[in-house]
Nanobody, 122 residues
Framework: QVQLVESGGGLVQPGRSLTLSCAAS????????MNWYRQTPGKERELVAT????????NYADSVKGRFTISRDNANNTVYLQMNSLKPEDTAVYSC???????????????WGQGTQVTVSS
């Protein structure tokens, strides 16, 4: 079955860096775009970054543009989120996501990891 497992979260001081990883299994990873989202209590889930199947095309939320970098390793079925110059407002649960066709190819299904907490605080 499809599994997405995030790692790399933690407590970090403002201005420092952190790299998140998401290990994927159960589907042909290189065929599908991947996304990173984040969510804080009381707020809507925010799309942080997306990456195309080959990694050539990426997009970012305005709030992280120039500070975060999404990348992928198709040989190892892993997507990364490099986060630099972290701010307290980056504090959230970060989750990776992909959208796959159902087994009958009649609809699109969202898959999520369990999430990893990132806390930016001095």
């Amino acid at each position: 079955q499809v599994q997405l497992v995030e790692s790399g979260g933690g407590l970090v001081q403002p201005g420092r860096s952190l790299t998140l990883s998401c290990a994927a299994s159960g589907f042909t990873f290189s065929w599908y775009p991947m996304n990173w989202y984040r969510q804080t209590p009381g707020k809507e889930r925010e799309l942080v970054a997306t990456i195309s199947t080959t990694g050539v095309s990426t997009n970012y939320a305005d709030s992280v543009k120039g500070r975060f970098t999404i990348s992928r390793d198709n040989a190892n079925n892993t997507v990364y989120l490099q986060m630099n110059s972290l701010k307290p407002e980056d504090t959230a649960v970060y989750s990776c996501n992909t959208r796959l066709p159902s087994s009958t190819w009649t609809r699109i299904v969202d898959y999520w990891g369990q999430g990893t907490q990132v806390t930016v605080s001095s």
